[in-house]
C-alpha cells in the first residue's frame, strides 16, 4: 500500500495563479483532511470531508476551495493564491472514530512557494 | 475553541538525560495524539491516548493523558540523538467529524 500520496511535491507560483493540490488514498478511509503547516504555528485545519461528495470548512478554509468525487481522492484548489498561501500543505486520511486503528495518516506534503 | 499549548517550544537535551513535553488543552477531551516530525518530512503517529489515565510506552518514550487536568505528558528517558525530532500533541474537539487541534510542536535537540 501507497498510504497517502500527494501530488505535486513542490510547486512555486506567481501571486493570482491558480493550481490544484492531489491527494490521494489507498487505505478505503473515508474521512479526508487538508492542513497548512506554517512555522512556529503548527498544523491547522484547512478542510476536511467525511465521506465522498462531502466537505467542510476548518480552522482557515479562506481562499481555498476543496472538492471529494471519489472516496480515494481529496483536492485543495487555489483560486488566485497570495503570498500567505507559501506553506507546507500536508494531507491526512483516517478512519472514523471508534473505527481502526485510530489516527491521522499523513501524507509527505507539498511545498508551495508563492512570489 | 479549543486552544492546545505546549511547552517548551525549543528543547535541548543531554545524551541520557530524562525530561518531560507537557500539552494543555483548554475544553474537554479524552482523545489525545502525539505526532513526531523529522526535517523536512511528514507526521508519524507515535501514541493515540483515548481514556482519563491512558499511559503508552515505545522504547524511551512513554505518553499519559490526565483528562480532568486536559493534561498529556510525553516522557524522554535516557534521551539519544535519534530521538532529535519536533513533536506534536493533538487534540480531537469531540463530535463524529474527529477534527484535531494541533499544538505548535517542542523542537527537540538531543546532544551527545
Known amino acids: 500500500n501507497a498510504g497517502v500520496t500527494q501530488t505535486p511535491k513542490f510547486r512555486v507560483l506567481k501571486t493570482g495563479q491558480s493550481m490544484t493540490l492531489l491527494c490521494a488514498q489507498d487505505m478505503n478511509h473515508e474521512y479526508m483532511y487538508w492542513y497548512r503547516q506554517d512555522p512556529g504555528m503548527g498544523l491547522r485545519l484547512i478542510h476536511y470531508?467525511?465521506?465522498?461528495?462531502?466537505?467542510a470548512k476548518g480552522e482557515v478554509p479562506d481562499g481555498y476551495n476543496v472538492s471529494r468525487l471519489k472516496k480515494q481522492n481529496f483536492l485543495l484548489g487555489l483560486e488566485s493564491a497570495a503570498p500567505s498561501q507559501t506553506s507546507v500543505y500536508f494531507c491526512?486520511?483516517?478512519?472514523?472514530?471508534?473505527?481502526?486503528?485510530?489516527?491521522?495518516?499523513f501524507g509527505p506534503g507539498t511545498r508551495l512557494l508563492v512570489l | 475553541e479549543l486552544k492546545v499549548e505546549q511547552n517548551p517550544l525549543f528543547l535541548s537535551m543531554q545524551e541520557g538525560k530524562n525530561y518531560t513535553i507537557y500539552c494543555n488543552y483548554s475544553?474537554?477531551?479524552?482523545?489525545l495524539y502525539w505526532y513526531r516530525q523529522d526535517p523536512g518530512k511528514s507526521l508519524e503517529s507515535l501514541f493515540v491516548?483515548?481514556?482519563?489515565?491512558a499511559v503508552k510506552q515505545e522504547g524511551r518514550l512513554m505518553a499519559s493523558l490526565d483528562t480532568k487536568a486536559r493534561l498529556s505528558t510525553l516522557h524522554i528517558t535516557a534521551a539519544v540523538h535519534d530521538l532529535s525530532a519536533t513533536y506534536f500533541c493533538?487534540?480531537?474537539?469531540?463530535?463524529?467529524?474527529?477534527?484535531?487541534?494541533f499544538g505548535k510542536g517542542t523542537l527537540l535537540t538531543v546532544n551527545p
Open positions: 493533538a487534540v480531537d474537539s469531540g463530535g463524529s467529524n474527529y477534527k484535531l487541534t
Open positions: 475544553t474537554t477531551s479524552d482523545r
Open positions: 470531508s467525511v465521506g465522498e461528495g462531502t466537505t
Open positions: 491526512a486520511s483516517s478512519t472514523p472514530p471508534g473505527r481502526g486503528r485510530e489516527t491521522q495518516y
Open positions: 491516548l483515548l481514556s482519563n489515565g
